[in-house]
């Protein structure tokens, strides 16, 4: 098992910034890909960004603002996100895929995080 513990969410004005991370343990690897979900009231959970190696994914609407890494040596993975907009405000999710390539699908992952609210006022 691998329990996936996010952190960093909070309240900023349009513009801004946050940083949020992502803490792994338990059967934890540097081989999976670990990626990032949101979800916003109503709608479904959406592919963000991933990385797993040197290779990164994102999604078209982050492109430019939101950068992905990840910290082997302390089994964290980190979504820096800078020109944050109201339409970012969501619950943001961590998550593993334990086998296979990255991915962007989230079925594709095998475990979750609890997620941490970020919200963007206008």
């Known amino acids: 098992q691998v329990q996936l513990v996010e952190s960093g969410g909070g309240l900023v004005q349009a513009g801004g910034s946050l940083r949020l991370s992502c803490a792994a343990s338990?059967?934890?690897?540097?081989?999976?890909?670990m990626g990032w979900f949101r979800q916003a009231p109503g709608k479904e959970r959406e592919f963000v960004a991933a990385?797993?190696?040197?290779?990164?994914y994102y999604a078209d609407f982050v492109k430019g603002r939101f950068t992905i890494s990840r910290d082997n040596t302390k089994n964290t993975v980190y979504l820096q996100m800078n020109s944050l907009k109201p339409e970012d405000t969501a619950v943001y999710y961590c998550?593993?895929?334990?086998?296979?390539?990255?991915?962007?699908?989230?079925?594709?992952?095998?475990?979750w995080g609890q997620g941490t609210q970020v919200t963007v006022s206008s």
């Open positions: 998550a593993a895929k334990a086998r296979g390539p990255i991915a962007t699908m989230r079925y594709e992952y095998d475990y």
């Open positions: 338990g059967r934890t690897s540097s081989t999976y890909a």
């Open positions: 990385i797993r190696w040197s290779t990164i």
